[in-house]
């Protein structure tokens, strides 16, 4: 139990006025304030991105990597999410949002729409010959792996083995590249232009595999300035050319019932949001979601483009990509995957994820079955003696997640506000 | 074993409260996911809590669910005050279900509650008196070897 879990955020305890926000935003409680400062509890921390959101003092940094990681390869390539595309929507296309990314430093700029188009492709594959309990749970959020893995371990089994579109886009790409140039793969660099901070940690720390393909992210707050600067200098090209290659199925990936859409489902759900994904996981355990196919479920509200690393209102990013969605449609675009291809591709099992997703749940209150009960018992009795009204100035979320610290030895009961005539008679005492 | 490696809690549940329907599952899974039980087990566990539950939101005036935990097997029993089954035989069989239309219509009484419930238990018992009430009895046993 005591493997060490990677995050994609860091506190700053300069920054930290200990103001709680992050602590009462945090949807698994994983953050403690101890002695006026945020800390986090590894095991429990899903990396989300919902404290950096709440944290008023900037004292939650995320951790991804700056433009100078770049250098450490011979030949370095971008992979925009689509969100980037919902930055700038109707306004500026994705050829030259590419264009302009090359201008930054990369040798190379890719779509990573079309994998996302080839993946809806594989998973209308697998869901068609998948006979097993159901729904199937998309695994393109990271935050949502790790949710389940961490809060919902029986539902492990209904995550869909296939990889996610950066994952494929970035092996494929490598593979091209390093025939191409005659150059080794590991010296081309995949970098992942990421809306959220969690992708970082999918990278550094993959759920079901050793390593990932991409090998490091850039955050599009850190991109987006620079990249402003750097498209005013791109030649104008024409409209129907800086949109031919992108693909219409792949770009909806950017938001919430994107992947729904492409998958012509009989039953399925497209869910935002970490509260609402906790109802509906709740709902799939107690097997009342049976009758669904394939559920699509995103930590951030709206899917990628509300990523916590993003620059646009989340609102006017999402009727963005609605927008450039539409235009595709009516300019006739056809860039799409070939479905045929995909289905060789898939036989090989070139879309298959590497390796197993395992469960992490939570140490339980005891190692021995016995103790772990009577320490809930314990953990009911303290819960019983709070005001339950969550105040959280004892430095825990709430009342439960304070009884359970005191039970596990790790806050004093006499932490409580509402327990200070004891700690006066302890002082007296 | 002695009683303070048992842990006992019941809840109560009344009939037509849809609303809350499934808060006692939620809550019964929060306390074995605490208490490291056996992801498989948590989730047979919280199927047949909710497939009782809803019988008894659906069928039953009020009902009282308990749960029993010791280190050798969990334990859950709803008895309930309400109608009663005639045949429980008939009522075991998977398709068969006395829910009205407007149950239906909220997805539910699609016959599979009981049958349900005891295909995921590792004992079941059921009793029922017509007009009285019915009571059901599910263990899950536990491997005591390691816990987490």
Known sequence: MSQYYYHSIRFDTQKCQGRMKCMRACPTQAIRVRGGKAAIIEERCIDCGECINACPSGAIVPLTDPFGELTKFRHTVAIPSPALYAQFGREILPGKILAGLKKLGFDDAFDLAFACGEVSFAIQEYLREYKGPKPLISNVCPTIVRLIQVKYPDLIDLIIPIDTPREIAAKDIKHKKSKQYGLPEKEIGAFYITPCPVKMISIRQPAEKGKSYLDGALSITDVYGPLLSAMESVGKESFRKALESICILGIGWAMVGGICRTLRLKNSLAVSGLTEIIKVFDDIERGKLRDIDFVEAYSCAQGCVGGSLTVENIYSSYNKILKLIETLEFEKIKACPDIRQVRKLYAEKYFSLEGKIEPRPLTPLDKDLGKAIQKRKEKEEVYESLPKIDCGACGSPNCLTFAEDVVMGKAQLTDCLFKIPERIKQNEG | ?148
């Open chain 2, 1 to 148: 074993m002695g009683d303070e490696n048992e842990l006992s809690q019941t809840f109560e549940i009344l009939g037509g409260d849809f609303g809350r329907a499934g808060s006692v599952s939620t809550k019964v899974k929060e306390i074995l996911k605490e208490i490291g039980i056996d992801p498989s087990v948590i989730r047979r566990a919280a199927i047949v809590t909710y497939e009782a539950e809803m019988n008894a939101v659906m069928y039953a005036r009020k009902a009282l669910f308990t749960l029993r935990l010791t280190p050798g097997q969990i334990h859950l029993k709803i008895e309930d005050e309400g109608p009663g089954i005639a045949d429980i035989d008939l009522a075991m069989q998977e398709g068969f279900s006395t829910a009205t239309d407007e149950m239906r219509e909220m997805g539910f009484g699609a016959g599979m509650g009981l049958p349900n419930i005891k295909k995921n238990a590792d004992r079941f018992l059921i009793s029922s008196l017509v007009g009285k009430g019915t009571m059901l009895s599910v263990y899950f046993y536990l491997n005591q070897e390691g816990n987490g």
